[in-house]
């Protein structure tokens, strides 16, 4: 009378341990692949959830100069004054710098709203660079390694700034 009580509540708990089991499973190998997604999406989109990867951040450390510089010089004058309120820049100039950007490509007249388009993206911290990708700054991780890609696209983007200053005068 009990054997069969016994042998179907043992068959019920084997049972259960072995789904519970193939659900843990299921569920780790979930998990595994939206986190594998996740940092795919961070490389690619670059501002998800704490920014880029750690690859994706050497990456742009390593890269040349037009990895972390402004496709266009209204763009650039936006970036260096967002890196001047964020003190991200380590160039004691670059307030005086920005002034002169946005003088010279005559940023305070209300005519020129498609340059305005690219200097207001710049002062929210969104670097449009030269190989087409955008670097949205504000949204990068509080790293390390992020704050030297914010440092060194300051530098690079106001060093453009002078460049240009100096070029044309």
């Known amino acids: 009378m009990n054997h069969p009580y016994w042998l179907y509540c043992s068959t019920a708990i084997a049972f259960s341990s ?11 190998e979930k998990l595994a692949k939206l986190s594998e997604e996740q940092n795919n999406h ?8 704490g920014g880029l990867s750690l690859s994706s951040l050497s990456a742009l450390l390593e890269g040349g100069n037009t990895t972390l510089s402004a496709n266009t010089m209204e763009n650039a004058a936006g ?12 160039m004691a100039n670059a307030e005086k710098i920005q002034g002169k ?10 005519r020129n ?28 991780s509080h790293s390390e390694l992020a704050a030297e890609v914010k440092t060194k696209a300051c530098d690079l983007v106001l060093k453009q700034g002078m460049d240009y200053l100096s070029f044309n005068g």
């Open 18 to 28: 072995i789904s519970m089991n193939c659900t843990a499973i299921v569920l780790q």
């Open 42 to 49: 961070n490389i690619v989109a670059g501002t998800q959830s």
């Open 79 to 90: 970036v260096i004054e967002y890196c001047t309120r964020n003190k991200l820049s380590s």
């Open 101 to 110: 950007l946005v003088y010279k490509l005559g940023l305070t007249h209300p």
């Open 113 to 140: 709203t498609a340059a305005k388009k690219d200097y207001a993206q710049g002062l929210s911290g969104l670097l449009n660079t030269h190989n087409g990708q955008q670097l949205d700054m504000k949204d990068l």
